[in-house]
């Protein structure tokens, strides 16, 4: 991806000094102008592209549950590559805000860790999923300390929430914030899973702590 020309904001009077950086950011990012370029909802989709470029878990005909999916870019991404759309595979999305209708995918909006939402979910896969997808963060405080335990601990609910919906062979793909306190999670991931292995895509921000976890081979719920 070719660098463009920097863009400098030419009036940031009544802005905030965070909220006028962050804009200057968007306006640089050369993955945020692919995204608008494509027709992808948010920059995110480049990461999962690249993760399954990569790793090669997305295939037509897989069945797929996205956590955390609004925007919608990563349900987008799963839903063109299972062949949601030609009724092939199969994508769930699930938030705790409204998601646009994104083709071939079915989209709920609630709390995963709920039981009648979790029975939803698995209601609308009809089966166990190949894959589950987690690109979820917790709302961020500003203590990074605080903001790492808080995303790990979504991380932790996010894999026990696979364990229940994945067939065994399936894969687990899941966003964590490097800070050392992720051993515990490492430790269940390789128990459950036959491959593990960390990914940081390039289009993930330079000065961002994210990684992903990309567990395959699920050995089954024991």
Same mark, same amino acid.
């Given at each position: 991806?070719?660098?463009?020309?920097?863009?400098?904001?030419?009036?940031?009077?009544?802005?905030?000094?965070?909220?006028?950086?962050?804009?200057?950011?968007?306006?640089?990012?050369?993955?945020?102008?692919?995204?608008?370029?494509?027709?992808?909802?948010?920059?995110?989709?480049?990461?999962?592209?690249?993760?399954?470029?990569?790793?090669?878990?997305?295939?037509?005909?897989?069945? /797929? /549950?996205?956590?955390?999916?609004?925007?919608?870019?990563?349900?987008?991404?799963?839903?063109?590559?299972?062949?949601?759309?030609?009724?092939?595979?199969?994508?769930?999305?699930?938030?705790? /805000?409204?998601?646009?209708?994104?083709?071939?995918?079915?989209?709920?909006?609630?709390?995963?860790?709920?039981?009648?939402?979790?029975?939803?979910?698995?209601?609308?896969?009809?089966?166990?999923?190949?894959? /589950?997808?987690?690109?979820?963060?917790?709302?961020?405080?500003?203590?990074?300390r605080t903001d790492q335990l808080r995303a790990l601990a979504l991380a932790e609910d996010a894999f026990l929430f696979a364990q229940e919906v994945l067939e065994p062979g399936g894969s687990f793909v899941?966003?964590?914030?490097?800070g050392g306190a992720e051993g515990p999670l490492l430790a269940q991931l390789k128990r459950a899973f036959v491959e593990l292995r960390h990914v940081k895509p390039r289009a993930s921000r330079a000065g961002?702590?994210?990684?992903?976890?990309?567990?395959?081979?699920?050995?089954?719920?024991?």
């Amino acid at each position: 991806m070719m660098p463009a020309a920097r863009v400098r904001l030419k009036r940031a009077k009544g802005r905030t000094r965070s909220s006028a950086a962050w804009l200057t950011r968007q306006l640089n990012d050369p993955y945020v102008a692919a995204a608008k370029r494509l027709g992808y909802r948010c920059r995110a989709a480049f990461k999962l592209i690249e993760i399954d470029d990569r790793l090669r878990l997305l295939k037509p005909g897989c069945r /797929v /549950v996205d956590l955390g999916c609004s925007p919608g870019g990563w349900t987008e991404v799963a839903a063109l590559r299972a062949a949601a759309a030609q009724g092939r595979g199969l994508v769930v999305g699930i938030d705790l /805000v409204e998601t646009e209708p994104v083709p071939g995918a079915t989209l709920l909006r609630g709390d995963f860790r709920d039981p009648a939402t979790a029975a939803a979910i698995k209601e609308a896969l009809g089966s166990r999923a190949d894959l /589950v997808l987690s690109d979820m963060a917790a709302r961020a405080t500003g203590h990074r300390r605080t903001d790492q335990l808080r995303a790990l601990a979504l991380a932790e609910d996010a894999f026990l929430f696979a364990q229940e919906v994945l067939e065994p062979g399936g894969s687990f793909v899941v966003k964590v914030f490097q800070g050392g306190a992720e051993g515990p999670l490492l430790a269940q991931l390789k128990r459950a899973f036959v491959e593990l292995r960390h990914v940081k895509p390039r289009a993930s921000r330079a000065g961002s702590a994210e990684t992903y976890l990309v567990a395959k081979g699920f050995r089954g719920s024991s």
